[in-house]
């Protein structure tokens, strides 16, 4: 084979493969830096992440120990991290708001909204919802409703063996 044809052929697969390895290198550098923000923000109220999960656009974790849970939502218009003390909570629940869409020959249930509501205790504060999945700025769910039932599981479990 000519060494000309096998010089260009690298060049080639060189450019054609450099926009994914470059938008590779930056996900994860974002991915990166959004569990950074959740494990600097758990250091500061002196917890250690024991469970941790990143999922498209946001990160949670949990302290096991201190039962303190984290998370962070890259699509927030405010750049801080929400946590949570399971100690104050009474419970959690997931909410999935669905709207129809109807077509000619059929209608259909579409997700519009995923999120975690933790009611809190009498006198400990008002109700939060961290939100997993908007419709308005998602296309289509990846993996958001296995994740949050997993988190509703462990958070309830975690309610349930403190007698809570």
């Not at 303190?68 to 629940?93: Q, T």
Request: hydrophobic share 40%; glycine share 4%.
């Amino acid at each position: 084979m000519d060494l000309g044809v096998i010089i260009t052929s690298v060049i080639f697969i060189s450019l054609v493969s450099l926009p994914f390895l470059i938008i590779n290198r930056q996900r994860k550098k974002k991915e990166n830096q959004l569990l950074q923000s959740l494990k600097d923000a758990a250091n500061k109220h002196q917890c250690t992440l024991t469970k941790l999960e990143l999922c498209g656009n946001y990160a949670i974790g949990m302290d096991e120990t201190k039962d303190f849970v984290f998370f962070k939502n890259k699509s927030d218009l405010k750049e801080h991290v929400h946590f949570i003390n399971l100690a104050l909570v009474e419970s959690c629940e997931m909410t999935n708001t669905e709207r129809k869409i109807k077509t000619i020959d059929n209608a259909y249930q579409v997700i519009d909204q995923l999120y975690l509501s933790f009611v809190y205790r009498a006198g400990n504060g008002s109700n939060i919802q961290w939100v997993f999945y908007h419709a308005d700025s998602h296309m289509q769910l990846n993996g958001e409703l296995q994740s949050i039932e997993k988190w509703l599981k462990l958070i309830k479990e975690r309610l349930k063996s403190k007698g809570q």
